[in-house]
């Protein structure tokens, strides 16, 4: 696939096989986020990649958006870790981690694996069920597996804003 295909391609999977993935293709998942791009190269992400069935309970006791998935990775950041720009104080780590997720999507999509983005999870629970992310803010816990046979876009998928909503030329 060539990248306007991929993302083209690319949608939210909300629907599994209860089938696991293969170690290389999660391998493969996180080289291209270890490849990422971050501001001024300060690498504040932390990845969790979570698969057993005792830490998939937890992402259902956080979150109603685990699908079922088989595999869970987890994008936080370090707040003191990512760069801030001096002008306004904004830190950049949720830019670093939300660039790690897309650009795991989309190899998810190469490696003909479901994805889907979910960021509506409890915080106050994610910090009791997974004590190992404390020192992060976590930004999305992607749900991955393969697509079931029924799964597709949902409708709104293809609900687009006109693009001269969105695109000027100055
Ligand atoms: C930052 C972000 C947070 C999201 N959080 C959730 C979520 O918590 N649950 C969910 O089912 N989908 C979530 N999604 C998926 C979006 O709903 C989805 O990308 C959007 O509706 C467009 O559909 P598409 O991904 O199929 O193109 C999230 C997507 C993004 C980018």
């Not at 998942?29 to 998939?56: F, G, M, Y």
Request: with cysteine; aromatic share 10%.
């Amino acid at each position: 696939m060539n990248f306007k295909m991929l993302a083209e391609n690319r949608y939210s999977c909300r629907k599994f096989l209860k089938q696991n993935i293969e170690k290389d293709k999660v391998n493969a998942l996180l080289d291209v986020i270890h490849v990422a791009p971050s501001a001024k190269n300060c690498q504040p992400i932390r990845i969790w990649t979570i698969q057993s069935e005792e830490r998939l309970m937890d992402i259902k006791k956080i979150t109603k958006y685990h699908y079922d998935a088989p595999l869970t990775i987890a994008i936080g950041f370090v707040a003191d870790e990512a760069w801030t720009r001096d002008c306004d104080n904004k830190n950049m780590g949720i830019v670093d981690a939300s660039i790690a997720g897309l650009s795991v999507w989309l190899e998810a999509t190469e490696l003909g694996l479901g994805c889907v983005w979910v960021s509506d999870f409890d915080v106050e629970k994610q910090k009791e069920y997974f004590p190992e992310m404390a020192e992060c803010e976590i930004v999305a816990f992607m749900q991955i597996g393969y697509p079931d046979l029924k799964s597709k876009p949902a409708k709104w998928h293809y609900d687009k804003k006109e693009r001269s909503k969105i695109f000027c030329e100055l």
